[in-house]
């Protein structure tokens, strides 16, 4: 039997070998739309590169092998990920959400799905399994969450879901987790019994903030050949040179998060003893409500934290504005600090109402942390505290 390989080797090598013809190290950016045919329908497996792009097919194979799943596809965003596994729904369908989703996410399902026919029902992930299985019909066929979800930090136990959903459903519902917070370096869904990962690979994945891009991962061949089918009937796949983009990403992905993670851990012990701050959120800390479910279900903690300013909008607004490293910018995971305002930047497509329920406050504020020197973050947290106080 051979040993299996660590992730940071898998990151590193899976997916990619040395080209056959130069033997160049990095994969060939295969910038071409078309490929020569000796005769027609003579050709070596390549016709058109929406279908076929070697660029894109290691990605997808790099992607697979780090969630330890079976086969990877990529997609030109997160949220063309989504759309094209909605598509393996029918007017009719049921699909069982989380209540607290990336608020893209949230508007493909309300206003552009709902439209078509498909119907949602949101669960608040943290009332646990069984809150799931009630909301199972017989018309349920998707189950979709994110954990730890955007902005409020919620955790959603996907093993517990899964099974849960899955003897309600007797088995005919399909479970995607949003995994683009954890990465598969510290949360591996496949493993608790999801069918799909999903990610927006724009974030830690690709790491470096200039590329938008998505991906899928599952163990299943039929699931997998029926989302191929659906990623090269609608289209929605990324550039030969986003892939290549996203393929440099993860080969530091394991160094990124264990930095992304560490410097998250220092922030956020130390925001909790700001008394400019009401309420920090942090899976790692003792005082998340989920910590249990945190240390069981992921392998560390992640880079984001959500914190509750004590003050008004106005003094969020100003705190904002006197960061000087953490830029002011939606988006994350990647390398540099950003810092932002849910209610007004990431969650404005959410209603106001639904916002209060959830918990995004006027004053809640989200950051992502990046790997910088953490001294320097926190000075420039507190300079900024004092600066807006
Ligand atoms: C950004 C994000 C998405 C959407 O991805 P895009 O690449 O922006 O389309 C989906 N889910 C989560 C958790 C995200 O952070």
Not at 15 to 27: E, F, K, L, R, W
Not at 136 to 160: F, Q, S, Y
Not at 357 to 368: A, M, V
């Amino acid at each position: 039997m051979t040993r299996a390989q660590g992730r940071g080797t898998i990151a590193i090598h899976a997916g990619q070998a040395p080209d056959p013809v130069t033997g160049a190290i990095s994969t060939p950016v295969y910038y071409t739309s078309t490929y020569a045919q000796a005769g027609p329908g003579e050709h070596k497996g390549f016709e058109y590169s929406r279908t076929h792009n070697l660029t894109r097919f290691a990605l997808e194979a790099n992607l697979a092998a780090l969630e330890g799943g079976a086969h990877g596809l990529a997609f030109a965003s997160g949220c063309a990920t989504a759309t094209t596994i909605l598509h393996l729904l029918a007017s009719g369908d049921h699909v069982i959400a989380g209540d607290d989703l990336y608020g893209g996410t949230y508007r493909l399902f309300e206003r552009v799905f709902r439209q078509m026919g498909i119907e949602f029902t949101y669960v608040d992930p943290a009332r646990g399994p069984e809150a799931f299985a009630r909301e199972v019909r017989e018309r349920t066929r998707l189950v979709w969450v994110e954990t730890p979800t955007n902005p409020m930090l919620k955790l959603c136990d996907i093993a517990g879901v899964a099974k849960a959903v899955k003897a309600a459903a007797r088995g005919r519902v399909l479970v995607a987790v949003d995994n683009t917070f954890m990465t598969p370096w510290f949360q591996r869904p496949l493993e608790l019994g999801a069918d799909l990962v999903v990610h927006s690979t724009t974030k830690y994945l690709n790491g470096h903030a200039d590329v938008v891009g998505g991906a899928l991962v599952t163990q299943d061949r039929d699931l997998r050949d029926r989302l191929a089918f659906l990623q090269n009937a609608i289209g929605a796949v990324p550039s030969p040179m986003d892939s290549f983009l996203v393929l440099r990403g993860t080969k530091t992905l394991h160094v990124r998060m264990q930095r992304h993670a560490e410097n998250a851990q220092r922030i956020a012990t130390w925001l909790e003893e700001r008394k400019d701050v009401a309420r920090v959120i942090y899976p790692g800390l003792a005082s998340h409500p989920q910590h249990a479910l945190a240390r069981a279900q992921m392998h560390g903690m992640g880079g984001m934290i959500s914190f509750v300013l004590r003050g008004d909008l106005e003094r969020a607004r100003r705190f904002l504005k006197a960061c000087q490293i953490f830029v002011c910018a939606e988006s994350l995971g990647g390398v540099e600090s950003l810092i932002e305002h849910p209610a007004i930047m990431t969650h404005a497509s959410v209603p106001a109402d639904l916002r209060k329920t959830l918990g995004i406050e006027d004053s809640l504020i989200r950051i992502s942390v990046g790997i910088e020197d953490v001294d320097d973050l926190l000075a420039d947290l507190d300079q900024a505290f004092s600066a807006s106080s």
